[in-house]
């Protein structure tokens, strides 16, 4: 226990950034819509998904360098494909969380009135913690928070369990999966399913920042353990987020909110149909400090990735990277800040289109980052004993599969 306190923090993390958008939105929104159809595939791909998140932990612990620092090891284009995939994407992802933890802001606090202003003070919040206390500040938050969303989460499930689904109405026709709009749902839920798989490189920028931290290097399978704990309870919580939107809200005939804080709020009362009214302020404080705690990693995240990115690009020492780019990471946190509102304000209002479009761009862009992490370690660059096993291996073949396979049907299909 004292090693694992020691090492426990990234994957927890990347626990709290997957169950933000990608549980409290699109998971229950797939149970609401499609009930338990879709229940296989969330499994399936948290599975496929799962080695290639796993890469960056296991990159980071063995060589002491993040991911990114492979990268450049694969070659020069690699690094700066993943660049412009990074500043891409960073701006529609970062928009869409902003949107729904604004959505939750508002509706804890009864602040509707403010519109886009909640998204920027949020957003100035999430800056100035970080530009002040960085990872320690972030590290501490999201424990708290986890574990708070964690408790009523699984006793929402479990009374859910007990009570059953809703009746259906006389007149309630189910949504078709098989349809352009339910592909393209099917796609979106599965693009941020656990999370953005482009998130990869958080995670040994987050274990190598934990190292810092506490001052101790743990082995690799303490690094894994701890990490894999972490996915587990995010494919849990999935499970569980489907099951809830489908046996309060499939059937009944009423679509969930386009609007983020009236989505919120209908969020927050599928707890307390379970739960109880007097769990209401409870439920919306833990779901907005998730949320928030989301935010907060996704600018950290991103940050992190490009100045990390920038330093390998231009430098070539680490001597010199320290004293040049020292003050990159407050730079990327205002750049991601001015970007992301220019989204948030280009799809003002309408949830659902921002969410799907970030969740689907991140779903094209994976198949190219599962197999830049597959090639980096496997390859030349670890040992054969800290290589991935033989059912890693198998794994990751047909994630590489699965994801491209989708990805090229859905090109082929739109275009």
């Not at 964690?150 to 009746?167: D, H, K, Q, R, Y």
């Not at 094209?364 to 033989?390: H, M, W, Y």
Request: with cysteine; aromatic share 16%.
């Amino acid at each position: 226990m004292s090693k694992f306190s020691k090492t426990a923090g990234p994957g927890i993390l990347f626990a709290s950034t997957a169950i933000g958008v990608s549980h409290l939105v699109q998971s229950t929104r797939a149970g609401a819509d499609f009930g338990l159809l879709l229940l296989g595939f969330v499994i399936v791909v948290s599975l496929l998904k799962y080695p290639f998140f796993e890469y960056g932990s296991r990159y980071a612990n063995v060589t002491q360098t993040s991911i990114i620092d492979g990268y450049k090891k694969l070659g020069r284009p690699v690094l700066w494909m993943y660049f412009f995939i990074t500043i891409a994407s960073m701006f529609f992802i970062t928009g869409a969380v902003g949107f729904v933890t604004a959505g939750f802001f508002e509706n804890l606090f009864g602040l509707e009135f403010l519109g886009q202003w909640t998204i920027i003070l949020l957003f100035g919040i999430c800056v100035l913690i970080l530009a002040i206390g960085k990872y320690n500040i972030l590290d501490s938050l999201i424990k708290i928070v986890a574990i708070v969303l964690l408790v009523s989460t699984t006793c929402a499930f479990l009374l859910v369990l007990w009570n059953g689904p809703i009746e259906p109405a006389e007149d309630f026709i189910p949504k078709e999966l098989w349809t352009s709009g339910g592909i393209l749902f099917l796609l979106a839920l599965m693009g941020w399913m656990p999370t953005a798989l482009d998130l990869s490189s958080w995670n040994s920028l987050w274990t190598l920042e934990r190292m810092k931290q506490t001052n101790y290097r743990p082995k690799l399978r303490e690094t894994l353990f701890e990490f894999r704990f972490a996915y587990v309870i995010t494919t849990i919580l999935a499970v569980m987020f489907v099951t809830l939107g489908s046996f309060i809200f499939f059937g009944s005939g009423e679509e969930l909110p386009n609007n983020n804080a009236d989505f919120a709020h209908m969020v927050i009362t599928l707890y307390t149909q379970t739960i109880g009214e007097w769990s209401y302020l409870v439920i919306a404080a833990a779901a907005f400090a998730v949320m928030f705690g989301t935010i907060i990693a996704v600018f950290d995240g991103y940050s992190r990735a490009l100045q990390r990115t920038v330093e390998l690009i231009f430098t070539k020492k680490e001597a010199v990277i320290r004293s040049k780019f020292r003050s990159f990471y407050i730079f990327f946190l205002f750049l991601l800040l001015a970007g992301s509102l220019i989204v948030v304000l280009r799809f003002a209002g309408n949830l659902k289109e921002i969410v799907d479009f970030a969740t689907v761009l991140s779903f094209l862009i994976a198949p190219v980052i599962a197999i830049i992490n597959f090639r980096l370690v496997t390859g030349k660059f670890l040992e054969k004993n800290v290589q991935p096993s033989i059912l890693m291996k198998i794994l990751s073949f047909a994630g590489i599969l699965f994801l491209s396979g989708f990805a090229i049907y859905f090109l082929i299909t739109r275009f």
